[in-house]
């Protein structure tokens, strides 16, 4: 035995891996014991699969026995054991590779006393070589005879005999076995790999650029929310994880580049809940030359095409209710939609006292600091944002909640400002940009005095972007748009939680 081989052993009496309570762990950890014993490698990396389970389905799932037989074709894949079934002198094993599922038969007088010996040591969960030939069950199920098996690497934790065995907390917590066991799990994580790969040739298409801005800022910015914070040691200095990359990016329009994105993560240290996680992915991509407007078609093309290219169609079901992400979507004003949605009385949209008032007639927070805008926006949240099921444009926010966004030009009180919800959330955000400095002053100004009074979310004075606006950013929009968000739509994830591999979790117990 080698000396790599007796270190295995010796791993393998250390008590401190298994948890010895459990008589399942503990006979597993014995099996791995006598295995290397034997001088059987528990972790080899010697094994190399030749097919994908996939494959063999779709080039001879339709072939008959006979068709099998006379092909002969030999077959060599790994994959992990998830069910076994025991006749005796024979076995039948589920095989999942990355790419599917498929059934393998073990029959001792076909296999080497050696090979025969090393199955009857198997768990479920560990990983296998194969190699064999096709063949059809009686019941017509496509099957691999085994002419030769390997251990590949031996599984010391059992999983779950079912999927639903696991708490919704512990698929959060330990997503690894939540991809083992739930396939919809693992198409879930496909269909995101499909979307951002689509988002991304959407807008190289038409002649964006990819760009990577800093994750660490010296003064956060770009969107209205309680940062996280770091120190840098040999700067000597506080440091902040980014909560968006607009600043950053629209100082690219400064430069000269006239259509820019990014797809990355932003930060934000706020509570969890089904729509918020701490971190989070978002797409924000800018324009020079372009209205608010130009954005809300282009998102509607790109949504769209995303549902039609990934799923096939653009009629979804989300939580069981119908959508359709078909153009066009609808289109409503911020004040229109709390009168005709809300059913807010007019008159207590241009009166901040009434709308006070009103505001906590509904439950929400009363804070006679807040500017009007941002109390007709936490009524919005209440009585509007839930009903916007279809995918619908908000348009025309007012300008004391909206810091980064040009003003209207025939109201001035408003911005160019769309917000896109489906299925009662926030999808996107997106404006016609503010680049005039002196004004963008003024607005930060107005954020410090909020943090000051209390508001941890307020922004914070920039004064390099304001330097960059003063030698001159173009006309232009941009825009926002939850990553997270969009995948929880196209796969009727209810949870956040449910499209990001690893979520923040609170510390087990």
Not at 37 to 60: A, K, M
Not at 121 to 140: H, M, S, W, Y
Not at 227 to 250: D, G, Q, S, V, W
Not at 427 to 452: H, M, Y
């Amino acid at each position: 035995m080698s000396n790599e081989q007796g270190g295995e052993q010796e791993n393998f009496h250390q008590s401190e891996l298994a948890d010895e309570s459990s008589p399942v762990i503990a006979a597993r950890f014995q099996k791995a014991a006598r295995l290397a014993e034997s001088g059987q490698p528990i972790y080899p990396n010697t094994f190399r699969p030749r097919d994908q389970i996939s494959e063999i389905r779709l080039e001879l799932g339709d072939k008959t026995s006979e068709d099998l037989e006379r092909v002969g074709d030999r077959k060599v894949l790994a994959g992990r054991l998830m069910a076994r079934r025991d006749y005796g002198k024979s076995t039948f094993y589920d095989l999942a590779d990355p790419t599917g599922k498929i059934q393998v038969y073990l029959k001792k007088d076909r296999v080497t006393p050696e090979c025969f010996e090393l199955a009857k040591q198997l768990d479920i969960g560990d990983l296998v070589g194969i190699a064999g030939t096709l063949f059809k069950t009686r019941t017509g199920e496509l099957t691999v005879l085994i002419e030769d098996l390997e251990l590949v690497t031996k599984g010391l934790w059992p999983l779950p005999e079912k999927y639903h065995e696991m708490s919704v907390e512990l698929k959060y917590r330990r997503r690894y076995v939540d991809l083992i066991m739930n396939e919809a799990s693992r198409r879930i994580f496909q269909v995101r790999s499909k979307t951002v790969s689509y988002l991304r040739r959407f807008l190289e298409a038409r002649d964006y650029l990819e760009v990577e801005t800093p994750m660490m800022h010296p003064i956060p910015g770009g969107a209205t929310a309680r940062p996280f914070e770091t120190f840098h040691n040999t700067l000597e200095r506080t440091l902040y994880l980014r909560i968006a990359p607009e600043l950053y990016l629209k100082r690219l329009l400064v430069g000269g580049l006239g259509r820019v994105f990014e797809l990355n993560r932003n930060f934000r240290n706020e509570g969890l809940s089904v729509q918020h996680n701490p971190e989070f992915t978002m797409l924000e991509f800018y324009q020079s030359y372009a209205v608010f407007t130009d954005l809300m078609d282009l998102t509607e093309e790109m949504i769209s095409g995303a549902a039609l290219e990934i799923l096939g169609s653009t009629e979804i079901v989300y939580q069981e209710k119908d959508i359709s992400l078909k153009s066009p979507w609808q289109r409503l004003r911020f004040r229109e939609s709390l009168e005709t949605v809300g059913g807010v009385p007019q008159a207590i949209l241009a009166n901040k006292d009434k709308a006070l008032d009103y505001l906590a007639s509904l439950g929400g927070d009363r804070n006679a600091r807040d500017p009007l805008g941002k109390v007709l926006a936490k009524m919005f949240d209440l009585v509007v944002e839930p009903k916007l099921m279809s995918p619908t444009f908000i348009t025309h926010y007012p300008a004391d909640i909206s810091p980064l966004a040009r003003r209207s030009d025939s109201e001035p009180e408003l911005t160019d400002r769309f917000e896109l919800f489906i299925s009662g959330r926030e999808i996107a955000n997106g404006f016609s940009e503010l680049n005039d400095p002196t004004d963008q002053r003024k607005r930060f100004l107005a954020q410090v005095a909020e943090r000051e009074a209390g508001d941890e979310e307020g922004m914070y004075l920039d004064e390099d972007y304001i330097r960059a606006l003063m030698y001159g950013m173009p006309p232009a929009a941009g825009e926002g748009l939850g990553v997270d968000r969009l995948v929880m739509l196209l796969t009727d994830a209810p949870s956040i939680r449910d499209v990001i591999l690893f979520p923040h979790m609170r510390p087990e117990k």
